[in-house]
């Protein structure tokens, strides 16, 4: 027994010089709310890693996991396998796909997700005969999780600094966060015959929730077909719910060649994400007597318990008409954060697209010490890229609870503000 219990978990993204003391550990959850070890009932404003769209302690998810334990916990996928839950959630994501015909490839989560559809973008091109395609372009502030790929081809330089070289996989290349002009011109001067693909989040999450200007989407999508060049949407955050349809593809009238998903597909209860592939890229491999092979693969890509969990999840998000709820919380929440934009601490509030906001403090505003009294007044907050607090609740929210959570910032900034000027 160790005499100080949690000294050997080194936490992900964080200082562990500090950490430990400052830790807050969750231990239980219902809806919206959160229990912590040291007694408190904390609204989770942020849903965990914005993967929590049902809420917290669904006793019908847990029973799915339980039944496909009993039954059989997982089986793999790897060439002739299958298991049963893994073949129904496909279909049932198949049907959703905003691309008809599109098969689905599983992950253990979305930096998974990722990892795949970087190389099968580039597995694409030279199975088409260009295997000059290889570099995989995203944009600056982009967010594509932490494995190698992720933080080789993410938009948040500090994430990708400190390895020894400038990306760990090469042949990446981001373009500016927005204009359609100056998209073209780092295209132009990458060499489209150079690149492989371009990826971006519909809204662009950890970067600091960042919508997309009118007609981005639509217009980065044809400079990608002009190009020959395959469009990737990253829909780890956005997907099932997100921004008020199921996937924001469908709302921008994206056909994405790949759809990344992870998170909300089982809204955490367990780890499950994967790709949605279009006919554009899959049909060369589903094509009767083809010998173009895709050598990828994971011990627990579409795990059996996940993939039942994730059709549990489904079901809640269907029979409780979440999305819709989702898309009535946009407005709710926007109306609620807006009046923080004349906080003398905000630089700017984002929000309007999607239930999730962003709200920006200056910069020489501790956004951790924001957070930490939004927690100490019983919402639980966390700060993302460019000093931004980040709000995207589970959608089972009331609106008086969104409400509160913009008071809550709103409380939170005050106190802050007044013990500066102390
Ligand atoms: C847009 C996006 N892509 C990929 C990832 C990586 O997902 P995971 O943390 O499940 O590996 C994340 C995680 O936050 C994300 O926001």
């Known amino acids: 027994m160790t005499s100080n219990p949690g000294a050997a978990l080194w936490n992900g993204q964080a200082l562990m010089s500090s950490a430990q003391a400052n830790r807050l550990t969750v231990v239980a959850g219902s809806g ?21 769209n049902v809420g917290h302690g669904r006793e019908s998810i847990a029973r799915a996991a339980y039944d496909q334990m009993c039954r059989l916990e997982t089986y793999h996928l ?43 973008a580039r597995r694409h091109w030279q ?26 081809v993410g938009g948040l330089d500090y994430n990708r600094d400190g390895y020894g070289s400038e990306s760990l996989v090469p042949e990446t290349a981001r373009i500016p966060t927005h204009g359609l002009a100056a998209a073209a011109a780092a295209i132009e001067a990458i060499g489209p015959e150079r690149i492989a693909a371009i990826m971006t ?36 955050i956005t997907g099932f719910g997100r921004t008020g349809v199921m996937f924001a593809s469908e709302r921008w009238g994206l056909t994405p060649d790949m759809l990344l998903f992870a ?14 592939v ?32 994730a059709r549990a999840n489904l079901d809640v998000l269907e029979t409780e008409n979440l999305i819709a709820r989702a898309a009535e919380l946009e407005a709710v929440l926007h109306r609620a954060v807006q009046p923080l934009a004349d906080h003398p601490l905000v630089r700017e509030v984002r929000s309007g697209t999607g239930f999730l906001a962003g709200i920006q403090l200056d910069p020489e505003v501790s956004g951790d010490a924001v957070s930490l009294a939004c927690i100490d007044r019983g919402v639980v907050m966390r700060t993302i890229n460019a000093n931004t607090l980040q709000v995207s609740p589970p959608f089972v929210v009331t609106d008086a609870e969104v409400a509160t959570i913009a008071e809550v910032v709103g409380a939170a900034m005050d106190s802050v503000l007044a013990s500066s000027q102390a």
């Not at 609204?43 to 993967?51: N, V």
């Not at 998170?263 to 949605?276: E, Q």
């Not at 006919?279 to 173009?292: K, N, T, W």
């Open 263 to 276: 998170k909300g597909v089982t809204s955490g209860y367990a780890p499950l994400g994967g790709v949605l």
């Open 127 to 152: 199975l088409a005969g260009r295997p000059e395609k290889r570099v995989i372009v995203t944009r600056a502030q982009a967010y594509h999780g932490l494995h190698a790929f992720g933080t080789s």
């Open 32 to 52: 919206a709310y959160l229990e912590t070890a040291d007694g408190r009932r904390l609204l989770d404003a942020t849903a965990g890693l914005w993967h929590a």
């Open 201 to 236: 989040e519909p809204v662009l999450g950890t970067g600091g929730v960042i919508a997309p200007e009118p007609g981005y989407l639509e217009g980065l999508q044809q400079l990608a077909r002009d190009h020959d060049i395959l469009f990737i949407a990253d829909e780890v």
């Open 78 to 120: 790897f060439g002739r396998f299958a298991n049963e839950p893994a073949l129904a959630l496909t279909d049932r994501l198949a049907a959703l796909a905003p691309v008809e015909g599109s098969k689905v490839f599983l992950t253990s989560g979305g930096s998974d997700a990722v990892d795949l559809a970087c190389k099968l």
């Open 278 to 309: 279009a006919p554009s890229v899959a049909d060369r491999f589903f094509a009767p007597g083809s010998e173009a092979i895709f050598r990828h693969g994971l011990t627990y890509m579409g795990h059996a318990t996940g993939c039942a969990v």
